[in-house]
């Protein structure tokens, strides 16, 4: 079998980053309370998990290549 969990973990956080970024882009600033120190937290974590699902996604894809075998 098969099986890389860097596919599922990759989709994972690429799919809360994306609704963690569109809530801080989108939502107004009266109706939110997640400013710290003025800086708006779900738009920073926000990338940061879109980044890390990215690379793992990418990990996924190279390991895959790399063995010779498809995802």
């Known amino acids: 079998m098969n099986l890389d969990i860097r596919y599922p ?3 994972l956080f690429v799919i809360v ?3 963690l970024t569109a809530c801080g882009i989108f939502l107004p600033p009266e ?3 997640h400013l710290l120190l ?3 937290v779900n ?3 926000g990338i ?3 980044a ?3 690379i793992m996604l990418g990990l996924a894809k190279g390991g895959a290549r790399k063995k ?3 995802p």
Do not use: E, H, P, R
Request: without cysteine; glycine residues 30%.
């Open 9 to 11: 973990i990759g989709l």
């Open 17 to 19: 980053g994306a609704i």
């Open 31 to 33: 109706t939110s309370s």
């Open 38 to 40: 003025g800086m708006n």
């Open 43 to 45: 738009i920073s974590w």
């Open 48 to 50: 940061v998990q879109l």
């Open 52 to 54: 890390f699902g990215g």
């Open 68 to 70: 010779g075998g498809k």
